[in-house]
């Protein structure tokens, strides 16, 4: 009978500062090339970067610092593929943003190859071992990093985008997601140093209502963990909704599912990231309320265009003691908001006019081309100058994306045969039932 060998543990490899390694030259050109580029945007003039031998410019690259790494905190629960997308989004970030465009350097520069450099210039048993000519230039750029702050403003910067991509895909109704992130953490497999963010959760809370005498839920609309800050439900102040109110106080902010529902429903053309961020824009920070004509207050949905914040719809709230309760979505074109009063004034639409012709939602300012129609054009964009509607999902989609010929064909025959029977819609209706548009 074999006998039974005891089995060796495997011994985690510690990490060694004084290891000797070797990077391929492909890697060290781009980080040569890299540097070069650095030391201009620091004020030095690129070549200088050959005053450093071969084994010098060998040693500042040995230990590399990569950009953060995501997880989930223990025993907080993130779906994996949150984990996935908050990665890639803040990798595509740091490539895109540009922290020197005329030198060619971008964030991603300044995370990876910036840092290790900082952190090479400011080890005295590197700086000791220099010709003073290389000291020289050395102290130089070790002073300019310090003065522009390089570490902290690759931090801040990356926390801040990190906080953005969870605050979109947080949902009052589920969960709110945060993060904090952990010093630099040297890897035990390569020379590297990597800070490691950690993603925190926090379940919804929820309250029960009364409105018109029946029982609903809402849930609290917050902000996750930011770093140190703590997780906060969000509030708007009482004089945001009555300018003279002598007291003021904040309100804490609940949504209904149905309100979460209608809002998905009415800005239907974008994605649910994007969607999010019109959320947490007009609820959290905008907070822009609007009186319509009927007398009703509302919270404008904001969308961000060109600079400016352009609305597309209108939450319709109320308030409970010290809360205040979002109930639903107005679709912009509906009777009860100030843009579609003025649309019902001038061509008398109904309510399931409206619904028919899908002018509820966000996708009939994309889907039909509403130049076709003359006295459309003139109430939408001469007169109200919903134009911006397209630039919105212009800014965010091709820009080449066609009309749907055949729903414009269809609004098209509407309004034309409304001209010569405007008090019957029914029949309107029924006559282009018949018809293959």
Not at 348 to 366: I, P, R, V
Request: with cysteine; aromatic share 10%.
């Amino acid at each position: 009978m074999a006998t039974n060998k005891k089995r060796k543990k495997t011994q985690t490899p510690h990490w060694n500062s004084t290891v000797s390694v070797k990077y391929t030259k492909t890697y060290l050109d781009a980080c040569y090339a890299t540097a070069r580029r650095i030391f201009r945007t620091m004020g030095e003039d690129p070549s200088v970067f050959d005053t450093f031998t071969k084994r010098q410019r060998q040693d500042m690259f040995r230990i590399q610092v990569i950009p953060p790494r995501i997880q989930a905190m223990s025993g907080h629960r993130v779906p994996r593929q949150y984990i996935r997308y908050v990665q890639d989004e803040l990798i595509a970030y740091l490539k895109w943003r540009q922290f020197d465009k005329e030198a060619g350097v971008s964030w991603m520069d300044i995370a990876t190859v910036g840092q290790t450099l900082e952190m090479v210039f400011s080890v005295d048993s590197f700086v000791n071992k220099l010709s003073p000519l290389q000291r020289e230039v050395a102290d130089r750029l070790n002073k300019a990093f310090k003065e522009k702050s390089l570490f902290a403003q690759a931090q801040e910067m990356i926390a801040a985008h990190i906080k953005i991509s969870l605050t979109m895909l947080s949902q009052p109704n589920f969960r709110i997601y945060g993060h904090c992130m952990d010093k630099c953490i040297p890897s035990i497999h390569k020379p590297s140093l990597q800070p490691i963010v950690r993603i925190t959760t926090h379940e919804c809370q929820s309250l029960r209502f009364k409105y018109h005498n029946r029982e609903r839920t809402a849930f609290r609309v917050a902000t996750g963990q930011y770093m140190d800050i703590p997780y906060a439900g969000a509030t708007i102040a009482m004089s945001k909704i009555f300018p003279n109110i002598k007291h003021d106080r904040q309100l804490n902010i609940y949504i209904q599912s149905h309100a979460i529902h209608r809002f998905k429903e009415r800005i239907d053309t974008f994605d649910p990231i994007m969607r999010n961020q019109f959320f947490v824009l007009s609820l959290m920070m905008t907070q822009s309320v609007v009186r319509a004509p009927g007398g009703m207050q509302l919270i404008a949905c904001i969308a961000p265009s060109s600079g400016r914040d352009n609305t597309i719809g209108y939450f319709v709230f109320t308030i409970d003691g010290d809360n205040l309760l979002v109930l639903t979505l107005l679709p912009l074109l509906s009777h009860s908001v100030p843009e579609g009063r003025i649309l019902y004034e001038r061509l008398h639409l109904s309510a399931e006019d409206l619904t028919y012709l899908g002018m509820d939602k966000l996708s009939f300012f994309y889907d039909v081309d509403i130049e076709q129609i003359p006295v459309l054009k003139q109430v939408l964009f001469d007169e109200l100058h919903l134009n911006y509607i397209r630039g919105i999902y212009n800014s965010f989609h091709s820009k080449n994306d066609p009309f749907d010929e055949k729903k414009t064909l269809f609004v098209k025959n509407f309004f034309q045969k409304l001209e010569e029977q405007p008090a019957d819609h029914t029949e309107v209706f029924n006559d282009l039932k018949n018809l293959d548009v």
